[in-house]
């Protein structure tokens, strides 16, 4: 007789889809919500940090640049101011006597004033631009104390206007010529280019100045 054995029965293999734990969300959520929030107030903080130093510098160079302008008056820096209206004059040469009252105001200054003179008088009043001030500002302060020991060569006039660069070759030429000034000869023609170019470079550097006080951009913050 034949024993015959049941086969047990096949169990279910359905799978149960896990349902995460809730409370693990939470906690998983707020920790990333966190992190998050973290970040966001750095950036934000750093953001606000660099926008208060960049006012601060703003400020500070506003200060400087107006001291400057204010330094031009007669009355504070009279070499400056005279070197600033013989640059005025040279504008406007036409007649013998404008020739010879040119000629004469610059043999003046440099009686009064001697190039050294000039040259501490410059770099005090230049040295809060070039703290301050952008690289233009302090670019251009370099330049006036490189025309006063006679370097111009050494400077990029293809940074400045047209109409710079063309007073730059035309004084330059008449100086090459040896052509001399009004009746009477009194200065070298070395000393009457660098009183004209520091005074065409002096005011260069204060249109500049107007320029970035009123006009300020974010990339010279």
């Known amino acids: 007789m034949v024993q015959i054995t049941a086969k047990p029965a096949m169990k279910d293999k359905t799978k149960v889809a896990v349902t995460p734990n809730p409370n693990v969300m939470a906690v998983f959520t707020a ?30 160079r506003v200060l400087a640049y107006t001291a400057f302008i204010e330094k031009t008056d007669h009355t504070k820096a009279p070499a400056m101011s ?61 330049d006036i104390l490189k025309s006063l020991f006679l370097r111009d060569h050494e400077i990029i006039w293809s940074k400045y206007p047209a109409d710079l660069v063309s007073e730059n070759d035309r004084w330059n030429a008449a100086q090459d010529k040896g052509q001399a000034y009004g009746w009477t000869e009194r200065v070298s023609s070395d000393e009457r280019l660098m009183i004209v170019m520091i005074s065409k470079l002096t005011q260069a550097l204060i249109t500049q100045l107007h320029k970035e006080i009123h006009n300020p951009r974010p990339n010279i913050l």
Not at 33 to 60: H, L, M, N, P, W
């Open 31 to 60: 920790v990333l919500a966190g992190i998050f929030s973290i970040i966001g107030i750095y950036y934000t903080a750093d953001f606000q940090v660099r926008e208060a130093i960049a006012q601060k510098q703003f400020e500070y």
């Open 82 to 142: 005279q070197i600033l209206a013989i640059g005025s004059m040279a504008d406007h040469l036409t007649t013998d006597g404008e020739i010879q009252e040119f000629e004469d105001r610059v043999s003046r200054l440099l009686k009064k004033h001697s190039a050294q003179d000039i040259y501490w008088q410059l770099n005090a009043d230049l040295n809060s631009l070039r703290l301050h001030g952008t690289p233009r500002v302090a670019e251009i302060c370099d």
